[in-house]
C-alpha cells in the first residue's frame, strides 16, 4: 500500500511539474532560457520535434526573384510548414545587405508558417573569412596560424562573427580544431597546423571572436561557432578524404583531443560537428563514447552536435556499420546526433520510427532541448531580424579591411634569405619581373602601389597549374613558348619575383562525389621547378613568392632561390602585403605552422613525433626536413642569450620560470616569436622529441634587449602514462626557449614528487 500510495506521489509531482512548465510562456523573454525550453518543448508535436532536428542548403530552393524578394521552391515550402531547425547558406551569392533583406524575409516566413513561431538558424563557414559574396576576406586558417599570434586571430574571427551577423547568420561550421599532419590531404590550409598547443590557442581564440566572447550571441552581433571535425578527421590514412583514421587511443587524448577540449571548456563553442570518418573502426557519427561519453560526460558540452553532410545515412550506405537506413538513423540519436544535416533518408525517418520504439522520442526531446536552446541564447525568438542600416555601416568596414592587411604582415614567413636578397631598395631604379602561374590580374597593381615610380614592373602568368575544372580538375601539358616568354622577361629585368605553389585546383575538398582535391606526390605540379632552374640560370636575382594550401616539397626552389616568402593563402590584399614586405616597410614575423619535408616519403614528419622515430634518416634525399616546424626569419638578426630557470626542481604544487634574453642586433624594428619546448628525457611510454608548451610574439626596437620569461606548469608535464590515466612523472626535463624546433638554447630541471 506504501509503495503504491509513493508510485501516486512521484505521478502527482511529475504532473505538477508538467502542468509548471506547460503553464509557463516561452515568449515571456523574463525567463531563464532552460524555463523556455520546458515551456515550449512539450507543445510540439512528434513530427515539429524531429523538423528541429534538420538543416538543409538554400540550394534546393531559397533565392530571390529580379525585384530581390523572396522565392522559395515547393520543396521548399513544403519543408517549412513545420519549422526547421537551421538552413545553411541563404544568401551566399549576394551582397551583404541583399543578403540581410533576403534573410530578414526568409526568417519571416519561418517564423510565420510554423505552429510555434520558431526561428531557424542560418549557417555559414569561414575559411577565408565569412563564406558568402561581399564580406572581408581574410587569409586561410593555415595563414593565420602563421602569424603565433593568437590575439590577431581573435580580432580576425570577431570580424568573422560580425559580419556573418549582420547578414543574418546565426551559425558557423567552423573553426576546423583538427591537426593536419598529412600534406597529401586537399583540406590542409582549413586548419591551424600540425602542432597540439597552437592549434588550441587559435581555435580557442577564433571561437571567443567569432562568439563575441560569448556575449555577442544574445546581444545579437555575433554567431555562433560549430567546432569541428570531431575527432581526428585531419588524420585520414594516405591523406585520402573518407579514408579510415586510425590513432592510438593515447595519441587521441594527449594531442587530438585538447584544441576540442579547449573550444568547449574554455571558448564556450554552441556547437560541435562529428567527422567525416570512422575512429579505429568505430564510425563517428555513432561512437556514443566519443560524442556522449568523451564530449558531454567527460567535458560537460552542452550545445548541439550536428552531423557533417549526410553523414548519418552513410552509416548504412558507405560506412557499412547499419543494416537499414533506420538502424543509421537510431546510430546516430543514440551516439548523441543533435541535427541531421541535408540527408532525406536518414532523421526524416524518426516519425515513423518513434511508432515501433516509442523510447526513441526521450532522445528525439534530448536533442531537440539542445537545438532550441541554442536559438533562446542566440536570442532569435526576441530579435529574429536584422537592422538593414547597420549592415551598410559595420559590413567591410575600414577596421575590418586595415586588420586584413596586419594579420597578412604578420602571417607571411621569410623561409630563405641568400645573402640578405631582401628586403629590396624601394629608392633604387629597377626594372622587376613579376611571373609565374600564380600571379594574379591585380599583382602589378598592387606592387605598384606600394613604391614609387622609379621602379618599373612587368607581369606575367605565363601558365596556368591545371585546367581549372572544380570537380576534377586535370593537369595540362607543358607549353614551352609559355616557358621561353616568362624567361625572356626575366633575361630583360633586374630582379625576378616568381610565384609559385598552388591554388584552389591543386589543393582542395574532396566531396563525396564527382571530386577530388588530394595528392598522392606534394612536388610543385607543372613546369614550376623548369621555370626556376631557367630563370635561375640568367644570373638575376630570383625572389620566389610561394602561394598554396598544403605544404609542397620545394627541393628545387628551395635551393635554386636568393629569397624564399611562404605565404600560404593570404588576404584579398595578399600581393600588396607581400610588396610591403619584400621592398622592406615591414619585417616577416610569420613561423612555420607545420614542418616541410623534403619528400611524402617523409611523412609522418612532425616535429613533434616520437624520439625513437628520428633514429634513422632516408638514404639519397638529406637530412631532416627542408624547414622545421616553427622556422622563419626575419630582417633584424635576433640573437637569444643567457637562459636562465628560476629552480633546478619542480614539484606538483610548484611552478618554474625560465628566461632567456633577446638581442635585435641590427637596425630594423622587427616582431620575433620566442619559442618554448620542453623534453621528458625519460618516461614510462615513449614519449614526443618535444613539444611546443608557450610561445610570445614581441615587437623589438632596433638595436633592443628583452628577458622574455616562461612560466612552466606541473599541467605541462602530464601525459597518458602506461595503464591510460593522466599522469605526472618524477624526472628529468628539457626546456628549449628559441626561434624555431631546431634553434634554441636548453637548460634542464627535475620533477620531484
Excluded at 591523406?239 to 564556450?268: C, M, Q, W
Excluded at 620545394?554 to 607581400?578: K, P, R, V
Aim: glycine share 8%; proline share 4%; aromatic share 8%.
Amino acid at each position: 500500500m506504501k509503495k503504491l500510495l509513493f508510485l501516486a506521489l512521484l505521478v502527482t509531482l511529475a504532473s505538477c511539474k508538467n502542468e509548471d512548465s506547460s503553464s509557463k510562456d516561452y515568449k515571456d523573454a523574463s525567463l531563464s532560457i532552460e524555463e523556455r525550453v520546458e515551456a515550449l518543448l512539450p507543445k510540439l508535436s512528434l513530427e515539429e520535434k524531429v523538423a528541429q532536428m534538420r538543416i538543409f542548403h538554400a540550394n534546393i530552393g531559397v533565392k530571390h526573384d529580379e525585384n530581390g524578394k523572396l522565392k522559395l521552391s515547393k520543396r521548399v515550402v513544403e519543408k517549412l510548414k513545420l519549422g526547421i531547425a537551421g538552413i545553411k547558406n541563404p544568401g551566399e551569392h549576394i551582397d551583404a545587405v541583399s543578403a540581410a533583406k533576403l534573410n530578414n524575409e526568409l526568417q519571416k516566413y519561418i517564423i510565420e508558417n510554423n505552429r510555434w513561431g520558431i526561428p531557424a538558424l542560418f549557417v555559414t563557414e569561414s575559411y577565408n573569412g565569412v563564406d558568402a559574396e561581399g564580406c572581408t576576406k581574410f587569409g586561410r586558417p593555415m595563414t593565420s596560424a602563421a602569424s603565433f599570434n593568437p590575439e590577431l586571430v581573435q580580432r580576425q574571427w570577431d570580424v568573422v562573427g560580425r559580419e556573418a551577423r549582420l547578414r543574418g547568420m546565426h551559425m558557423c561550421h567552423s573553426p576546423e580544431a583538427d591537426l593536419v599532419r598529412d600534406p597529401r590531404f586537399g583540406r590542409m590550409s582549413e586548419a591551424f597546423g600540425e602542432d597540439t598547443y597552437l592549434t588550441t590557442q587559435m581555435v580557442k581564440n577564433a571561437v571567443i571572436g567569432v562568439q563575441g566572447n560569448y556575449e555577442g550571441l544574445g546581444n545579437g552581433t555575433h554567431i555562433g561557432a560549430v567546432s569541428k571535425h570531431f575527432a581526428g578527421y585531419g588524420q585520414v590514412l594516405g591523406g585520402s578524404n573518407f579514408a579510415a583514421i586510425e590513432i592510438s587511443e593515447r595519441t587521441l587524448i594527449d594531442e587530438i583531443y585538447p584544441p576540442f577540449e579547449a573550444a568547449v571548456k574554455e571558448a564556450k563553442t554552441l556547437g560541435i560537428m562529428a567527422s567525416h570518418g570512422d575512429l579505429n573502426g568505430i564510425a563517428s557519427h555513432g561512437n556514443p563514447e566519443l560524442l556522449t561519453g568523451v564530449l558531454r560526460d567527460q567535458w560537460g558540452f552542452e550545445g548541439y552536435v550536428v552531423s557533417d553532410s549526410n553523414d548519418i545515412a552513410r552509416l548504412h550506405y558507405f560506412m557499412n556499420v547499419a543494416e537499414t537506413p533506420e538502424d543509421a538513423a537510431r546510430m546516430g540519436l543514440e551516439a548523441g546526433i543533435d541535427i541531421d544535416l541535408y540527408a532525406e533518408d536518414s532523421y526524416a525517418y524518426l516519425p515513423e520510427m518513434v511508432k515501433e520504439n516509442p523510447e526513441l522520442e526521450k532522445l528525439i526531446d534530448r536533442s531537440v532541448r539542445r537545438v532550441l536552446r541554442t536559438k533562446f541564447i542566440l536570442g532569435l525568438f526576441d530579435n529574429p531580424y536584422i537592422d538593414i542600416e547597420s549592415v551598410k555601416v559595420g559590413n567591410r568596414s575600414a577596421a575590418s579591411l586595415e586588420l586584413a592587411k596586419e594579420s597578412d604582415l604578420e602571417s607571411v614567413i621569410l623561409l630563405k634569405n641568400e645573402n640578405n636578397a631582401l628586403p629590396l631598395n624601394p629608392k633604387k631604379s629597377a626594372k622587376i619581373a613579376l611571373l609565374g602561374p600564380l600571379v594574379k590580374e591585380d599583382t602589378q597593381a598592387m606592387f605598384e602601389s606600394v613604391v614609387g615610380s622609379n621602379i618599373k614592373f612587368v607581369a606575367e602568368k605565363g601558365f596556368h597549374l591545371t585546367d581549372e575544372k572544380k570537380g576534377v580538375p586535370n593537369l595540362l601539358e607543358r607549353d614551352p613558348a609559355a616557358i621561353a616568354k616568362l624567361v625572356n622577361i626575366a633575361r630583360q629585368s633586374d630582379v625576378v619575383v616568381l610565384f609559385l605553389g598552388g591554388d584552389e585546383f591543386t589543393s582542395k575538398e574532396a566531396f563525396f562525389n564527382n571530386a577530388l582535391g588530394d595528392r598522392a606526390t606534394i612536388d610543385p605540379v607543372g613546369p614550376q621547378d623548369e621555370l626556376v632552374e631557367k630563370v635561375k640560370a640568367l644570373g638575376k636575382p630570383v625572389i620566389v613568392v610561394l602561394k598554396h594550401r598544403r605544404t609542397l616539397s620545394i627541393n628545387t626552389i628551395a635551393e635554386q632561390a636568393d629569397a624564399i616568402l611562404d605565404t600560404w593563402d593570404l588576404s584579398e590584399f595578399g600581393d600588396e602585403s607581400t610588396a610591403r614586405i619584400i621592398f622592406g616597410e615591414v619585417s616577416p614575423s610569420g613561423k612555420s605552422p607545420v614542418t616541410i619535408p623534403r619528400s611524402i616519403g617523409q611523412i609522418p614528419f612532425h616535429y613533434s613525433m616520437k624520439e625513437i622515430n628520428y633514429k634513422k634518416e632516408y638514404l639519397f634525399i638529406g637530412e631532416g626536413p627542408l624547414y622545421p616546424f616553427g622556422h622563419g626569419l626575419s630582417y633584424a638578426n635576433f640573437e637569444y642569450s643567457d637562459i636562465k630557470i628560476s629552480n633546478s626542481e619542480i614539484t606538483p604544487e610548484t611552478e618554474l620560470e625560465v628566461s632567456v634574453t633577446v638581442t635585435n642586433n641590427s637596425d630594423v624594428k622587427a616582431k620575433e616569436v620566442i619559442q618554448m619546448y620542453i623534453k621528458d628525457e625519460i618516461g614510462s611510454v615513449t614519449r614526443p622529441d618535444k613539444e611546443l608548451k608557450g610561445f610570445q610574439k614581441i615587437t623589438f626596437e632596433a638595436g633592443e634587449s628583452k628577458t622574455v620569461t616562461f612560466k612552466i606548469t606541473p599541467k605541462m608535464l602530464e601525459f597518458t602514462g602506461i595503464t591510460m590515466e593522466k599522469v605526472l612523472e618524477p624526472g628529468d626535463y628539457t626546456v628549449m626557449l628559441g626561434t624555431s624546433s631546431k634553434n634554441y638554447l636548453e637548460t634542464t630541471f627535475k620533477l620531484k614528487k
